[in-house]
């Protein structure tokens, strides 16, 4: 096994050292959970951050990412005739047919399912469901539109692809990948994927891998699917799969809005990018020969994925005027030590408030609520504290840092692990910071860091007496923390 990854100064591809730390400036300015970036040109890495507690072996979930993945699979396999894009793909499921599909599903192509023109309105199975690929060819809900007329997000279709994959080869797609290519890269052997209920790999949503894996990957389609004169993807096939196959101009955004290839979206000015939900992203700029790499939990955050896109070009992209620029040793010092010392972003708020003391170790109690949270405590230590409820599920702790972030476990043990629907059986790692947001509104912000990434903001607001709270909750999570997502009214208990 050897690296692709060569590193270089930014000035030798064109890129001036300042304008990477301007980057990261601006990122932590707006106050993004950002977790990573990579930058290549010309093949070669110039610059990488990592914001803290996360590192360069961090196996990361890339989320809708993994959808690429599964296109690179599935082109492997038609490169190789085992399968052609303009199959049927129920004929290769007879075990699922049974007594009959419905006509729309019965001739619905691999290529249909590639670029999301299946005949469903949207994915086809539920967070409750534990046969993924059967509600594929049995949907709970009727098809309403011929395949490969309509643009419809569908995650069912690439679990159903990863799937066959896994049936043609007797291998995940990962490791399928992994066998083809993606070894022979230096990607990380213990790179792995979430599974679905029925034990399959799920292609849909569940890759963890690090950065540079998905700079390595990414770089097959920057190289028109070959590298260091081995092809590993038929150029038709990159081209096809990274060019407008279909439209999807009904939303016009940083992401949405130029067309949609195979798992791969056409994204602005030119460029093309693997996707994932919360900002997992590989942005390829055929252009300027340049690839982009981040992940990142923006979860929630409306503008996040046009603001990634917005300042990335603002700060490096439009710079770029040529192949090299002078090099200046002092400006390159300063991006090594601000690339070193980067830390996740606190929410904005002061550390305390003269309500805390009022406040500290007094017991709330709830009026009747959908969290099923009866009561809670906060008591307030130094740096730090801990938010003490509790519910119908049992008593909670909920360790949390002021002004800057605890790293902990979430105290909810009945989560999915490796496994969609099967209890991981212990908490998942999170971060907790409490910051005062206003003089009566206490902020406390978690954020999921595990397999599975989600967030959400508890806020208290007190009256001035500290007698009387109400309490709101929201999260932005795929699947979990339902239980945290309401409003309540307490008041002191006496």
Not at 16 to 24: F, R, T
Not at 381 to 410: A, I, M, Q
Not at 466 to 487: M, P, R
Request: charged share 25%; with cysteine.
């Amino acid at each position: 096994m050897t690296d692709i990854l060569q590193f270089c100064r930014p000035e030798e591809v064109g890129v001036h050292p300042g304008w990477v730390e301007e980057y990261a400036a601006e990122m932590n300015r707006r106050r993004k959970m950002c977790h990573s970036f990579l930058m290549m040109r010309h093949g070669k890495v110039f610059a990488e951050g990592y914001w803290k507690p996360f590192h360069k072996n961090w196996l990361h979930r890339m989320y809708s990412v993994s959808k690429t993945f599964v296109s690179a699979a599935v082109g492997m396999l038609a490169d190789e005739g085992k399968i052609s894009l303009d199959d049927k793909i129920a004929d290769h499921f007879p075990d699922q047919i049974g007594e009959g599909i419905h006509p729309l599903v019965a001739e619905m192509t691999i290529r249909d399912m590639l670029k999301m023109s299946t005949c469903h309105k949207y994915s086809t199975y539920t967070g409750e469901d534990m046969d993924w690929l059967h509600t594929f060819f049995h949907p709970h809900h009727e098809p309403d539109h011929p395949a490969g007329t309509e643009f419809r997000y569908d995650t069912s279709a690439t679990y159903t692809m990863d799937v066959l994959v896994e049936r043609l080869t007797g291998k995940t797609f990962l490791e399928y990948l992994k066998d083809k290519a993606l070894r022979e890269l230096g990607f990380s052997e213990d790179a792995w994927c979430v599974e679905a209920p029925e034990g399959c790999a799920w292609g849909g949503s569940g890759v963890e891998c690090t950065t540079r894996d998905l700079a390595r990957f990414a770089s097959i389609f920057m190289g028109g699917g070959e590298l260091r004169g081995k092809r590993y993807l038929s150029e038709q096939y990159v081209r096809e799969a990274t060019s407008r196959q279909i439209d999807n101009g009904r939303i016009v955004n940083a992401m949405e809005g130029y067309g949609y290839g195979y798992q791969i979206w056409n994204t602005w000015k030119g460029s093309y990018s693997f996707c994932g939900m919360g900002g997992q992203l590989a942005v390829c700029i055929p252009e300027k020969d340049f690839l982009f790499v981040c992940t990142s939990d923006m979860q929630g955050d409306a503008d996040g994925y046009a603001m990634i896109y917005d300042v990335l070009w603002e700060t490096v992209i439009d710079r770029i005027d040529g192949e090299t620029v002078p090099a200046d040793d002092a400006a390159l010092a300063k991006m090594s030590e601000t690339l070193a010392g980067l830390d996740v972003n606190v929410p904005a708020g002061e550390t305390t408030s003269p309500l805390a003391e009022k406040i500290n170790g007094v017991t709330y109690e709830l009026d009747e609520n959908r969290m099923g949270m009866r009561s809670f405590e906060i008591r307030f230590e130094e740096n730090g504290g801990t938010l003490c409820y509790h519910t119908d599920r049992g008593d909670k702790v909920l360790p949390f840092g002021t002004g800057r972030y605890e790293d902990t476990t979430f105290p909810e043990t009945h989560y999915s692990g490796k496994r969609i629907n099967i209890p991981l059986g212990k908490g998942y790692r999170c971060l907790n910071a409490a910051v005062w947001t206003a003089p009566d509104k206490l902020l406390v912000r978690t954020y999921v860091i595990d397999d599975y990434f989600g967030n959400m903001a508890a806020e208290f607001t007190f009256d001035e007496t500290g007698e009387n709270v109400h309490l709101s909750i929201t999260k932005t999570a795929e699947w979990f923390l339902d239980e945290y997502a309401g409003q309540a009214d307490g008041r002191r208990k006496k």
